[in-house]
């Protein structure tokens, strides 16, 4: 369990005078009982301090296939990469290769909740103000919605515990059994807590007590995420119906299409709280030109504290390498070969062509159609290779001077959140190519080699003679050494440009953005277009409201299509994708023998001039695996400890 966290000394520095660093000294509550902390306002604020560290936060230390914090367990000698539940996804890959499936995090937060519950029920013993008691209450109801939450997502209906349950000797105990609610009852319960939170949490904080706790706006925001999940099992149960006792019993789905317009109405109405009302905004929405529109856009991530206006919650860290594993590694992981820091590891989150197709050009011409990369003459842009190094070179490829002029015209957020071949990171030019055609039409792809051009000069399969000098392609099939994109894309959300970060783990400190109002303006256009509820004017001004944010200057229509792609740009390695194909029943579509795409860039020797083709390819990891897949009862977990809780199982395990 964590030791130490910057949340803690956020929470109390008002109250301790002896500054953070006493306070990150705190003992875990594994052996420090809850009970203890509940005697004054400083150690209540201790326990909120370690709820907030428990809270399932998608963040940049979890790793959906092995759990929330892990890297900092102790004695688990694991370096987590963590945030990763976009490799789960048609959006993104680990560089080594990653399959398709539920998250496997196992997430049973009953012993968090009984901490939350002993704190609601001690509240009223410890001497304090009304306005101060009545504030923590909601806050404890906002962390116990967003534990129940975690669980909701993945499990359907779940055990409602609302008292701290006590084991009595001598007696059966029946009552330490609580049955899994259905699950319309336990969305309607998180929703009851997010409204117990917003009763009485402040609007912002104090300076001194920091950013990261939860606000009225931030329980408001996880309500419009939490009712438009709800709304969207509700409507779409039948595009991935499954059978059983659980579902005979309603404890996965069994929801109608009236509880879905009562789900859409609830998150159109926090929506609109929050936009309306909050004082919250798009960060810099106007933008002179498209180059300032990427900037703004990658410093949102890169720099949060200087985008508070858009921040509803907020996740911070410490440095990792001087205070026990407390901060993450994101700009370790993710860097490129070419500005690797020192790690081990580098190199390892490969964006998928299909996502990157996505993105729109700036033609501008009201539809907002996705604008696929331009890689053959004859327009065909539909069919993939499997395996590039049986290239067929009678195929009409288009030709480019330079590996970045696919990508002119593209939306200002493709630079913002994707290194893209050719393109600047730190002042390097990020090199990624996956071969080359010698002059006499022999190919050497997916290897390393060289040869002559008609200018006399040598060229390399890679694109440079040492692997320090190119980011894409190395060593396919090796997962130890597999720190290159195998996708001809690398990460650049998240990732700190203008710091020269140490290559020690653990070391970032950027913030983790939780939820920022960009989200909360696409969950309100997708419900109003979604049940027909609210305004559709409305719908459609949030919709442009971020297209113009990136530099577009016309207005499109808000189709449900335009939202969902729009979701999908916007919010691109935020976690929400997997989250999407979940709720909205598209993952089992989506994933059926799929592969993932990738673009590989081969250097064309053939002519007087060296010239760029870009040849559409299968992932080789998903084309090794024969395709990916995800089954329909993956649509939720398996429910833990059956042989001992007498829970119903879920459907299929």
């Known amino acids: 369990m964590n030791k130490k966290s910057i949340i803690i000394a956020a929470i109390v520095a008002a109250t301790l005078s002896q500054g953070c660093k006493k306070f990150l000294d705190v003992e875990p509550l594994d052996r420090v009982p809850a009970s203890r902390l509940l005697t004054d306002i400083s150690g209540i604020k201790v326990l909120l301090a370690n709820l907030y560290i428990q809270m399932p936060v998608e963040d940049f230390v979890y790793n959906p296939g092995v759990g929330f914090n892990y890297h900092r367990t102790a004695g688990s000698g694991y370096i987590e990469p963590g945030f990763a539940t976009s490799f789960y996804t048609d959006e993104s890959t680990l560089s080594a290769g990653s399959g398709v499936g539920p998250v496997n995090d196992n997430f049973w937060a009953y012993a968090s909740i009984r901490q939350v519950n002993q704190l609601l029920e001690q509240l009223p013993d410890v001497e304090m103000p009304a306005t101060q008691r009545a504030a923590l209450e909601s806050e404890a109801h906002f962390i116990r919605a967003y534990y129940y939450f975690g669980m909701a997502k993945r499990y ?63 329980a408001l925001g996880l309500k419009s995420r939490v009712a438009l999940h709800a709304a969207s099992i509700a409507k779409f149960w039948n595009k991935a119906p499954l059978t059983g006792q659980a579902v005979d019993e309603k404890l996965t789905g069994g929801m109608t299409m009236a509880d879905a317009d009562f789900f859409y109405q609830q998150c159109i109405d926090a929506s609109l709280q929050v936009i309306q009302t909050s004082g919250k905004a798009l960060y810099k929405p106007s933008p002179s030109n498209r180059a300032e529109a990427a900037k703004n856009f990658q410093d949102i991530f890169q720099s949060p504290n200087l985008a508070e206006v858009e921040v ?86 288009k030709k480019y001077t330079n590996l970045t002029d696919i990508f002119a015209n593209k939306d200002a ?228 400890g059956i042989s001992s809780n007498r829970l119903i199982q879920n459907p299929q395990y």
């Open 156 to 218: 359907g209906g779940v055990p409602l515990i609302e008292g701290v349950q006590e084991y009595i000797s001598g007696s059966d105990n029946e009552n330490l059994y609580v049955p899994r609610s259905t699950e319309k009852d336990t969305w309607m319960y998180i929703l009851s807590e997010l409204d117990k939170a917003i009763a009485n949490l402040p609007g912002a904080y104090t300076a001194v007590e920091g950013n990261y706790r939860a606000t009225k706006w931030a």
């Open 413 to 640: 957020r493709l630079q913002a959140s994707i290194i893209t071949p050719g393109s600047s990171w730190k002042g390097v030019q990020i090199i990624m190519q996956g071969g080359l055609i010698a002059p006499d039409g022999s190919t050497i792809i997916y290897a390393d080699g060289s040869a002559t051009g008609q200018d006399g000069k040598t060229y390399y399969s890679y694109g440079a003679a040492a692997p320090s000098g190119y980011s894409g392609f190395l060593n396919l099939g090796s997962s130890s050494n597999q720190n290159f994109s195998n996708s001809g894309f690398l990460l650049k959300k998240f990732l700190q440009e203008g710091k020269n970060v140490a290559g020690t783990y653990f070391s970032s400190t950027t913030d983790y953005i939780d939820m920022r109002i960009a989200e909360i303006m696409l969950n309100y256009a997708e419900a109003v277009i979604e049940s027909g509820k609210g305004d559709p004017a409305l719908a459609a001004t949030y919709l442009n409201a971020l297209r113009k944010r990136a530099g577009h200057t016309d207005n499109i229509p808000a189709t449900i299509e335009n939202i969902l792609k729009e979701r999908r740009v916007e919010l691109a390695f935020e976690g929400s994708r997997y989250w999407d194909l979940v709720r909205r029943r598209d993952f089992h579509d989506e994933f059926q023998s799929a592969r993932r795409k990738a673009l590989v860039p081969i250097l064309d020797l053939r002519g007087a001039t060296p010239q760029y083709i870009f040849v559409r390819a299968n992932n080789y990891y998903d084309e090794v695996a024969n395709g990916r897949n995800f089954q329909m009862m993956s649509y939720y977990k398996g429910i833990p």
């Open 312 to 397: 509803l919650f907020k996740k911070g860290y410490i440095d990792g390498t001087t205070t026990l594993l407390q901060g993450h590694s994101t700009d370790v992981f993710f860097n490129p070969s070419q500005t690797n820091p020192g790690g081990l590891f580098y190199g390892r989150w490969s964006p998928t062509l299909d996502l990157v197709d996505l993105f729109e050009d700036y033609s501008d011409d009201g539809q907002g159609k996705a604008a696929p990369l331009v890689t053959r003459e004859d327009g065909n842009e539909t069919e993939f290779v499997s395996n590039p190094r049986q290239l067929n070179l009678s195929i009409p490829y």
